[in-house]
């Protein structure tokens, strides 16, 4: 029986994450507190790892009952402690001593900073996917890869690519539950930039998008609808959640079914 392994919550878009036992769904179909806050700079941007290599260089942890960041900053001996609401002004300026340019913290209570805006809910990896994937790559071990690909919820009991059971046509949701919240799949993720690059150091990986799409290619199994595969470079699964999952808690160990 697929269940829920794993949740992981990013609490500032592009930093390191914080794994969580249980979550709370908000009206937007987004988990509590994932991607709330973001960094961006004086032109409305994210300073992300999609344009900031050196983003990857900071280390966070995250108390979300306490809401604050220690931040560990490089050739700075002890880290900082920010609490999110009261500190934001001495974070950004943190930040921005940091990147070299002014930047600064804002924060969407109601859905995050989602990639995918359409598709704001938590997007779904299996445990056995990231051992597959990280298997291409010599010396990337399993927990690098999952920090490369950043996903909110990772199932287990399940084969590799299982996940890809969870979209169908690109006019046609998969709908399924993890334990009582239910949740609608619609479709297999873009990569971008990010996963290429060591989650630490910001170094690229040699050839990491062309070694990716070959074995994604060959791996694909056969009952995947390819429909929304314009190319290889894709993995997890994005979902959106309807409004009556408000308030519901996804736990560590609910079971997963897919309904249609």
């Known amino acids: 029986m697929p269940y829920l392994a794993k949740i ?11 794994e969580v036992t249980q979550t709370k769904v908000l009206s937007s179909g987004a988990l509590e507190c994932d991607r709330k806050f973001a960094i961006i700079d004086e032109e409305g941007r994210f300073v992300n790892g999609k344009r900031h290599a050196k983003i990857h260089l900071l280390r966070a942890q995250f108390s979300i009952s306490n809401r604050t960041i220690s931040l560990q900053i490089p050739n700075h001996d002890l880290p900082r402690v920010f609490h999110l609401d009261a500190e934001q002004q001495t974070l950004a300026a943190t930040l921005s001593d940091f990147f070299g340019f002014p930047l600064t913290i804002v924060q969407n209570p109601f859905m995050g900073f989602p990639d995918d805006t359409d598709s704001p809910g938590p997007t779904v990896i299996s445990t056995a996917t990231l051992i597959e ?3 291409w790559f010599p010396g990337v071990s399993v927990d690098e890869m999952r920090r490369r690909i950043r996903a909110n919820i990772e199932i287990a009991g399940v084969p590799a690519f299982w996940e890809d059971r969870l979209f169908s046509e690109p006019d046609k949701l998969v709908s399924f539950r993890v334990g009582d919240v239910l949740f609608f799949g619609v479709n297999p993720c873009q990569r971008c930039v990010v996963p290429t690059r060591h989650p630490d150091s910001a170094s690229a990986y040699s050839n990491f998008q062309k070694i990716f799409i070959k074995q994604r290619q060959a791996t694909l199994p056969d009952w995947v609808n390819l429909s929304h595969f314009n190319h290889f470079y894709r993995l997890s699964v994005n979902t959106k959640l309807p409004i009556s999952e408000a308030g519901k808690i996804l736990q560590i160990g609910n079971e997963i079914e897919i309904i249609s």
């Open 8 to 18: 992981l919550i990013y609490p500032i878009k592009s930093l390191d994450g914080v």
């Open 133 to 135: 994937v990280a298997s």
